[in-house]
């Protein structure tokens, strides 16, 4: 059974800093491009940031670029986003996504960002 758990979201300050991670099972790990997507309050889920299995390359959302860093261990099967700078438009539930197809989804965790 494929598995995705979220887990590092809260509530912060703008300007603060929050690491998500992303426990992955049930499926061969280092052979995925992982991503993470977030769904804004009454928005369409947004596509924020990209990394190759290998985790050699990496993309990123421009509302994101220079503030957040995707990195994954496949060792340990986990994906991360370190965001940094974070602004209130950045509440939002996040979603660790696994394969260029968007096949595998966790269940989110929810980052509010507001003084």
């Known amino acids: 059974e494929v598995q995705l758990v979220e887990s590092g979201g809260g509530l912060v300050q703008p300007g603060g800093s929050l690491r998500l991670s992303c426990a992955a099972s049930?499926?061969?790990?280092?052979?995925?491009?992982m991503s993470w997507v977030r769904e804004r309050p009454g928005k369409e889920p947004e596509w924020v940031s990209k990394?190759?299995?290998?985790?050699?390359?990496?993309y990123y959302a421009d509302s994101v670029k220079g503030r957040f860093t995707i990195s994954r261990d496949n060792a340990k099967n986990t994906l991360y986003l370190q965001m940094n700078s974070l602004k209130p438009e950045d509440t939002a539930v996040y979603y660790c996504?696994?394969?260029?197809?968007?096949?595998?989804w966790g269940q989110g965790t929810q980052v509010t960002v507001s003084s």
């Open positions: 996504v696994g394969g260029s197809l968007y096949d595998y």
């Open positions: 990394i190759k299995g290998g985790g050699g390359t990496t």
């Open positions: 049930g499926f061969t790990f280092v052979n995925y491009d």
